[in-house]
């Protein structure tokens, strides 16, 4: 974590989602601005579980995303225990899989052949109420690995790999890597990565290139774009009809940008396309989901199915 107050990421939620499961949870805390209060709200929990290690971001080791992956590293050192779950700051698990994550991890502790377990993705898009189902998203990424020593964190901290001998210096380096043997969990992964209010989303936006591009480029990236990011046109994406996560009521009820978001029947954005909007993934997309029962073409995979 690193401002992540001051992005709006739903941080003490996501702790709070899956703090009744664990032993401990440790977060990597760099400083943040003077006007960030992430360190403030973290304590806020009370909770002894809550393990918080001070770090450093150093965006020259580290550059083009890998300082995510650089500090989950950090972060999963300093676990005990047979099993790490694996959150980002923006992602939660509803409390009615919490006992189907425990039954797993009890079952499979012993099979070391299970290295880990898969979970389902639902990105909410805009707001609580419209999630991505695309060709351009991961459906699924790993998120409980077996607390060992050559699992790592790989590229920008999306997912792991087993890389024996690792010395944590190129995390895109996959020289004698391995994909994980996991096993399919029916739970999701709630990732709101992608709800804010636009102008922070605009902020966040650039604060993302800032670690993956040096500041000139993202200077020029940036420099004609709105004050306000524009999410395009809200129908087309599909409608959620679940519950969210209790925890998050309180953060949800913030929500106030209903009215810079677009319905309008013919509505489209005066900004360059995103990946999924483009016609390419929109035709995978509809062959997946309507013909393919939402099974990926050529999808992402990063690991191997046991069981």
């Known amino acids: 974590m690193r401002n992540t107050s001051k992005l709006y990421y739903p941080f003490v939620e996501s702790i709070l989602s899956v703090l009744p499961l664990v032993d401990e949870f440790v977060v990597a805390l760099a400083p943040g601005d003077p006007d960030d209060d992430t360190e403030d709200q973290l304590r806020s929990i009370r909770s002894e579980k809550l393990k918080i290690i001070h770090s450093v971001w150093d965006l020259q080791a580290y550059p083009k995303g890998t300082v ?3 500090q989950t590293d950090l972060a999963k050192q300093a676990c005990s225990g047979d099993w790490l779950l694996y959150l980002q700051s923006d992602e939660l698990i509803h409390e009615k899989y919490l006992p189907v994550i425990h039954q797993a991890c009890s ?3 012993e099979d070391l052949k299970t290295e880990g377990f898969l979970f389902r993705y639902k990105h909410f898009w805009g707001d609580y109420d419209h ?5 351009a998203w991961y ?3 790993i998120r409980i690995i077996r607390n060992l020593s050559d699992i790592h964190s790989f590229g920008d ?7 024996p001998g690792f010395q944590g210096r190129d995390y895109r380096d996959k020289t004698n890597s391995r994909k994980l043997r996991v096993r399919k ?3 999701e992964v709630y990732h709101y990565g992608w709800v804010r209010p636009p102008a922070m989303m605009q902020q966040k936006t650039v604060v993302m290139d800032g670690a993956y591009h040096d500041a000139e480029a993202v200077r020029r990236r940036h420099e004609n774009r709105p004050a306000d990011f524009d999410y395009g046109n809200m129908n087309d994406y599909k409608i959620f009809q679940d519950k969210h996560p209790a925890v998050l009521k309180a953060f949800k009820a ?4 209903k009215e810079q978001l677009h319905f309008e029947a013919q509505y489209n954005p005066s900004r360059p396309q995103l990946k999924h909007e483009k016609f390419k993934y929109r035709f995978l997309s509809a062959v997946e989901q309507k013909l393919l029962g939402g ?3 050529f999808g992402y995979r990063n690991w191997e199915i046991v069981g």
């Open 68 to 70: 995510y992956a650089q």
């Open 157 to 163: 901290a999306q997912s792991f790999l087993c890389i």
């Open 131 to 135: 999630y991505v189902q695309s060709h």
């Open 254 to 257: 913030k929500f106030h940008w």
């Open 107 to 109: 079952e499979f502790v």
């Open 185 to 187: 969990l029916d739970a």
């Open 295 to 297: 099974r990926q073409l």
């Open 139 to 141: 459906p699924a990424e």
